[in-house]
């Protein structure tokens, strides 16, 4: 591990630097996150390989079975060519070091049953299920925040309420929401189209399916800080300035409040775009769902295994996209790393 | 909280269990009520079933909710709300096993990372680490390809994936109670680690978990249906509740209670659990302050 012992020899010389320069600190935390960020991505990558290679059943069989439509047993003589063309005659190593190589120039394989590159597969498919997954984050945001900001910390009855809600909201399953909101609003009221597609229409329910567990998650946790903050002795002292409760509200509380909403929204973008699976089947709505689920069910392995690795890649960018804007954003964090 | 509840809390201080069950929130008590029947579903299914699960009846296909068929029946005339409870042993099933795969790997991973000499925990801990970097869907996924679709593959699919997460929590809880006061007390009273770990660390690091077994078992009763509702879990002729709504999602536009009911009663149970596991862990904290 080449990453961490770099990371090892770099701390004492930085520290250094870090007592007399206080940007230095915050390069030191950054390069560390960064550091840790391309371990579990590594990490990742190496699981699903080893889950590629010990699969039981022969990859050639399956590939040769996938392509021609049938399940049987095949000779020797059928697998070789196969074998061959893929290299799984090498050495596991060997495998391993060109499965790295070529992830590290973007090829992520190519595609069992579709016979064409992952890569172009999934970026065809992209754009409609990262559409889906970013406006279904901003609405939960758009329904959790005011929400919050009305029922918490407003005496036990308005808050328990507002926590009940939340807990019911975060439990119902995401596929029950999209059935139900298809029934009422598409069937029912023909307010948006029955039969899936990527225009806005078809757009609305699909993100208000996924936007409302979400916003359940949120307001929980935004509540709990909200709660907590209401306590802290700055919050007395800005109502003892004469500033109003609204005003303290939306000012000071809601800041702190908002951190660990802003954690939660890293962690919840990976799942949103595994959520978007089981909503674009309910909605039949291409993207990269319908892809991974029909790759599932044809074990076409190489085609999972893209998107798998994509969807790590991005909740691990992600996320250390956001730990850097905190360094930036929060003084209290810069000593630690 | 009425006053009579608040009378008993003071005059049975002696007695904690007695004043626990008086002052259960009413939400608790329905859905205790909730599991109650779907336990009595998935053990004698017969006792409330109104019709046979599998006996086909062309004559009243997809006919709405009514006296006859409470909830309405589907295209070759099966009485739904049978159906659902005939169904709920298996979903029921799946959950619970889900759940015990992913406590018997969580706890082993998650006591390991805990516990043991820093040269297997740290090792253990990063691939915990790495493992969290895959949504719980996706992990499941990952399984099912690797094993194909069946009852048995979902179960330990979906254990498998929601394994990190518990590891991690019962890491937390064993490093907390690891580094308390009444561990270190017993090593200075020359206590080995085993009966260190078997008499004060295991239970206390369990306490907690009573909870989240509850809440688990519902949110894996979630995941799984989802799985089967995808396709790729039980397949339609059977009333698991998954299979239930993959079978009804092609009736969809005419018939709306093949979809309703058997998601409502998945969310019934994942509710109920969910609030019978909070309030054991808000009890359970509460005893050990």
Redesign the interface.
Known sequence: MAVDSSIIEAVPISRAIAQRHPAANILRTVLFRIGSAI???W??VT??FI?LTI??GDRATILLNITSGQTIARTLEELAPINAMYGFDQPILTQYIHYVGALLQGDLGTSFELQRSVANIIGEQIAPTFTLAASALLLAWIFAVPWTLFTAGRGRRIGAFGS?TE??MA??????IG??L??IFA??LRWFP?IGGTSFMNTVLPTVTLAIPLAGFLGQSIRSEFDRTMREPFVLSARARGMSGAGVRARHVLRHALIPGITLSGWAI??L???T??VE?VFARPGLGAI??N???N?D?AL??G??IL??FL??VINLVLDTIYLVVDPRLRGAA | MSEVAKDVRSSSSSNPLLTAIVTVPS?IVLSALVVLFFLIAAIVPSVLSTHSAFDTDLLSSLTPPAADHWLGTDEIGRDLYSRIVWGTRGSLLIGLGAMAVALAGATVLGFTAALAPRWVAEPVN??L???L??????LA??F??????SATSLLISVGLGTTPGYARLIRAQTLKVKQSGYVEAARALGHSWQTVFIQHIAPNAFRPLVGLVALGI?QSV?WA??LS????GVAPPSPEWGAL?EAGKAN??VA?WL??FP??A??LV??SF??IG?YIQDLAEGNTR
């Open positions: 371990f579990v991505l990490g990742a699981i699903t889950v699969l039981p009940a807990t019911i439990g119902l399953p995401q596929y029950w059935i139900l298809l029934i069937i029912g029955v990976g799942h775009l595994s959520g699976v089981l089947t991974l689920v790759a599932v069910s074990k392995f999972v295994s998107c798998v969807n790590s909740y691990v | 939400s990063r691939i680490e790495i493992l970097a895959f949504p719980t869907l996706l996924l990952l099912v390809a690797l094993l194909g679709p519902g979630v249906s989802g509702f995808l396709g790729l709504l969809i536009t709306w979809e309703i998601g409502l998945i969310v994942a509710l969910t609030q909070q």
